[in-house]
């Protein structure tokens, strides 16, 4: 029921909006900057704390879950904020806390909050964010939804979900000029400086923004014209709400999960699945001209279908096409799930409370990926999950509207066709995890990933046991007596680690360090009197190696195992005085960049043998890493060669690429090196990586 307005309130309204032309441009200026800061900040910060926790393309995933709570206390905040207090005291409120979160700058992590050996990292991850960023990203997030409600208040109801529109637009340009402006000119630290300036700019111009909106403001918390005409919200209306908003997050999860772990975590691949997410909200909700059921909906289950198809033969297509297939995949699916919701955006009394759900849904979608999965599950149990949940929700948001059907023949049996369709994806994909764990004698998952033990028999009809990240092999074990201590995989005897090891050790007992243990296998080349030590960061890397293979158990060298990321506990370690150190960490096909700064060298060279000798393994299906080495070693006075060898099926040897570091001319003379040795050029245009720069842009190959 509605009331007409009297004279003296028109001219009051009109007077109010005349008064206040500028104002739409202050509320749109303030809101695209703090939207712009607010997803800067993402990959800048998470960047600088991924040495910390390994390298992980999980630290991506447990910072996506830190930004999405935050987001939803920042909502939070804004609706609390609204529902409580007069415009005026809202303003005070807000403006202290701005000038309060000043003293938070700059943003730069502390280095207490680096782990322990051992430890899950997930909520140290989450602590030093907080610390870090978690009260100027709180403040952000609470901006647009705030000012939104604001504008709507002195607007007298006027919707400004265009200002929505406008928030995720800043947010989506921000995304794109990290990887491709900002990450390759500014080192890290002075990226941090650079953005706790532009905070504290945008606290002035929020403050700004606040003290003009207080002028002529309501006494009541908020102005009666927008509650008036606002209906109370359903209970099944704020329950889809939640479930669309938490759809589109775990699918978004799911497809960084994806990409980071078999490719690289880097923040060209952080923020494209999370760009195609904040895309998709811009179109939804700037205009309903963009969503098309039409369109959209058909394409969600062929969407679906690419998913789970990826999930578990990534690493065999070339990153031209899998990337963008995976790519428009999660547009369709996020259009979808954001479609639907701008369909049901309520009316302005309901904003604060609306924008709350979706950040509670993000929220709830990281939770699920990052905090109950890899302790919930073994494997990744999580994708068919996420693929037959996300079908079955917009299924049931269309059955709700069964009653307006026309003609009603017609849409029941595309709805049937549908769902009949939906339970061949949710057969289909459970199928291709249960193939894969059907050869699995052991499957086991923390932080750091899922991994599995497979058994199986090879062409030769051996018995092969063979250590899975993910979709990537981290190394085989021939069960057979006579072959049990060869090596095999990346770690051939005629690979650049195999050739490297056989030259070395006709010098005497060598004493190498391995950074990276995976099945144990570089332990097949210890003899009597050769001493050997692996780091590895995964505890359940461990286990795995002692109890599933027996390279290690088997080795006649002296073998010691230290847990813990290799950068962090050799800096604590005296000289190690090696012949030999093998660079060879991997997270699933990624291999973490703090493992090949200059620092990092710097640091290897200090444990080593005069003349002493790094192989660098980086075989890699999506990045050329060799220039990268090459240009520390060159820094370091040291020469670097490339050798690259092919497959050797029948003794379960993949081809691998191997770079040799070392200052000994007379090493690299060896006979066994003959034919094997290549250069390896520099482009003149590459910058040195350090622990404060990285580029991972410059050395992305589009095929394999």
């Known amino acids: 029921m509605s009331t007409s307005a009297s004279p003296a309130t028109i001219n009051e309204t009109y007077a109010t909006r005349k008064s206040a032309l500028p104002l739409p441009l202050l509320f749109g200026v303030t809101i695209l900057t703090s939207a712009c800061l607010l997803f800067l900040v993402q990959p800048l910060v998470s960047k600088l704390i991924l040495p910390w926790f390994g390298g992980s393309a999980a630290v991506w995933i447990t910072c996506m879950l830190f930004f999405q709570a935050s987001l939803l206390l920042g909502y939070l905040y804004a609706h609390a904020l609204a529902r409580l207090f007069p415009l005026k005291w809202q303003v005070v409120i807000h403006s202290v806390l701005l000038v309060a979160s000043l003293a938070t700058l700059p943003i730069l992590p502390n280095a207490k909050w680096q782990p322990n050996?051992?430890?899950?990292?997930?909520?140290l991850v989450l602590a030093v964010l907080a610390g870090c960023v978690g009260l100027p990203y709180t403040l952000l997030s609470a901006t647009s939804p705030l000012l939104q409600n604001w504008y709507a208040a002195k607007r007298f109801g006027e919707l400004p979900y265009r200002y929505f529109a406008l928030s995720n637009a800043g947010s989506l340009l921000a995304l794109l000029a990290y990887p491709v402006l900002v990450e390759p000119l500014f080192p890290g630290h002075q990226q941090a400086w650079m953005w706790s300036a532009a905070f504290g700019i945008f606290a002035m111009l929020c403050v700004s923004t606040a003290l003009i909106a207080s002028r002529t403001a309501s006494s009541s918390p908020q102005a009666d014209v927008v509650e008036e005409n606002a209906p109370p919200l359903k209970a099944m209306t704020v329950f889809l709400w939640l479930a669309l908003a938490a759809c589109a997050s775990v699918l978004l999860l799911t497809v960084t999960n994806l990409l980071t772990q078999n490719i690289a975590p880097m923040p060209l691949l952080w923020v494209l699945p999370l760009s195609i997410y904040l895309l998709s909200f811009i179109l939804s909700f700037e205009s309903s001209f963009w969503y098309r059921r039409i369109l959209f909906i058909p394409l969600v289950l062929p969407a679906l279908a690419c998913f789970a198809s990826a999930s578990g033969t990534l690493e065999n297509g070339e990153i031209k096409i899998i990337v963008p297939l995976m790519s428009l995949s999660l547009f369709v699916c996020c259009m979808a799930c954001h479609g639907e919701l701008a369909r049901m955006k309520p009316a302005a009394g309901h904003l604060t409370a609306f924008y709350l759900c979706l950040a509670a849904g993000g929220a709830l979608g990281g939770v699920l990926i990052a905090l109950l999965a890899p302790h919930l599950f073994n494997g990744m149990y999580e994708y068919p999950i996420a693929f037959a949940g996300s079908a079955a929700l917009l299924l049931f948001v269309f059955w709700r509207e069964r009653a307006t059907w026309k003609p009603f023949q017609l849409c029941m049996g595309l709805w049937l066709t549908a769902a009949a369709a939906a339970l061949v994806l949710t057969a289909y994909s459970g199928d291709l995890l249960r193939r894969s764990m059907n050869v699995s004698i052991f499957a086991g998952r923390n932080f750091y990933g899922a991994l599995r033990v497979d058994q199986f028999k090879d062409e030769q009809n051996l018995v092969i046991r063979q250590l899975n990240h993910g979709t990537i092999t981290h190394g085989m074990q021939i069960m057979a007596v006579a072959l049990h201590t060869s090596p095999t995989t990346y770690y051939g005897r005629n690979s650049g680690v195999g050739l490297a090891w056989r030259t070395l050790e006709t010098a005497g007992p060598m004493r190498a360090g391995i950074i990276g243990l995976g099945a144990g296998t570089m332990a097949a080349y210890g003899r009597a009197g050769d001493w050997i030590r692996f780091y590895d960061i995964n505890p359940l890397v461990f286990q795995i190696a002692r109890n599933s293979f027996t390279y290690l158990k088997d080795s006649p060298a002296h073998i010691e195992t230290t847990l813990g990321d290799a950068r962090l506990v050799m800096q604590g370690q005296p000289p190690q005085n090696l012949d030999l150190l093998v660079v060879d960490a991997f997270s699933g096909d990624a291999i973490?960049?703090?493992?090949?700064?200059?620092?990092?060298?710097?640091?290897?060279?200090?444990?080593?043998?005069?003349?002493?000798?790094?192989?660098?393994?980086?075989?890699?299906?999506?990045?050329?890493l060799a220039p990268i080495v090459a240009m520390n070693a060159k820094a370091d006075h040291k020469q670097a060669?490339?050798?690259?060898?092919?497959?050797?099926?029948?003794n379960e040897v993949y081809g691998a690429t191997w770079i040799l570091v070392s200052s000994n001319?007379?090493?690299?003379?060896?006979?066994?090196f003959k034919g094997q040795l290549t250069a390896i050029p520099i482009p003149k245009n590459l910058r040195p990586w350090t622990d404060d720069f990285s580029n991972l842009w410059q050395v992305l190959r589009f095929s394999d």
């Open 117 to 123: 050996p051992g430890d899950d990292p997930t909520w």
């Open 665 to 672: 001319e007379a090493f690299f003379k060896n006979p066994l």
């Open 592 to 624: 973490p960049v703090h493992l090949i700064t200059a620092e990092a060298c710097a640091m290897y060279w200090h444990h080593m043998k005069p003349g002493g000798v790094i192989a660098f393994h980086i075989s890699n299906h999506y990045l050329d």
């Open 641 to 650: 060669w490339q050798i690259e060898t092919d497959d050797e099926d029948k």
